[in-house]
């Protein structure tokens, strides 16, 4: 992996963004329009994953960007805002946006800060002994949480695995239509996962 060019964006323009995302199947409706929206720098302790695994290979990929965007002076943990990413082989850039964190309150009361996009660089962050800069985000409405619960055991529930075998239980979804609650990152960024040109930002 060689990066080739770095293009920096203040936490401004990254909130600003985020305001504008829209959901995946409903491109009306803007999740994080009227939520309160900060970056924090939060311990693993307190976040909460709602995904049963990590992959071998997307942690070594993960922590090969991060050791080359030191290179450009940049701390994927600490990125204070958001980088666009352009890949040596690649086409298109990548935006990076610090792991993506929801504040949810579940049906026994308990306020759990769910991690929405970005784990495994929470994970490797875990690994690293590193306290993370995420996107925290409060004040979801109530009819659009996160698709997923949280893993009630926590991290200890969390297995790194080279693939994925049939029947693997990779999240506990909170409806049957779960797909109806994703939120549309690409709708205000521009290939945020990976470059995916069918993700590309909409007008």
């Known amino acids: 992996m060689k990066i080739l060019k770095v293009e920096n964006f203040s936490a401004q323009q ?7 995302i829209t959901m995946l199947h409903a491109p009306e409706i803007h999740p994080y329009k009227d939520v309160f929206i ?12 709602a995904q049963y695994y990590v992959l071998h290979k997307e942690l070594d990929k993960v922590r090969n960007l991060r050791w080359e965007l030191r290179n450009h002076n940049i701390d994927i943990f600490n990125l204070n805002g958001y ?10 850039p990548i935006d990076l946006l610090p792991p993506v964190v929801e504040e949810s309150i579940e049906k ?13 660089r929470v994970f490797l962050s875990r690994l690293e002994w590193v306290i993370p800069q995420v996107v925290f985000v409060r004040g ?6 996160y698709y997923a619960y949280p893993i009630p055991e926590g991290w200890d529930k969390v297995d790194i695995v080279e693939d994925l075998p049939e029947g693997f239980l990779k999240k506990w979804h909170r409806i049957e ?25 909409k007008s």
């Open 14 to 20: 990254l909130i600003e963004n985020l305001k504008n």
């Open 38 to 49: 900060s970056l924090e720098n939060i311990s693993i302790d307190y976040l909460h994953p």
């Open 83 to 92: 980088v666009k990413i352009w890949l040596e082989g690649e086409e298109e």
């Open 108 to 120: 026994d009361g308990r306020v759990v800060n769910i991690i929405n996009d970005g784990m495994h």
């Open 140 to 145: 979801i409405p109530k009819d659009l949480p």
């Open 177 to 201: 239509k779960y797909k109806t609650l994703y939120r549309n990152f690409n709708s205000a960024f521009e290939n945020v996962g990976g470059p995916r040109g069918h993700n590309a930002k």
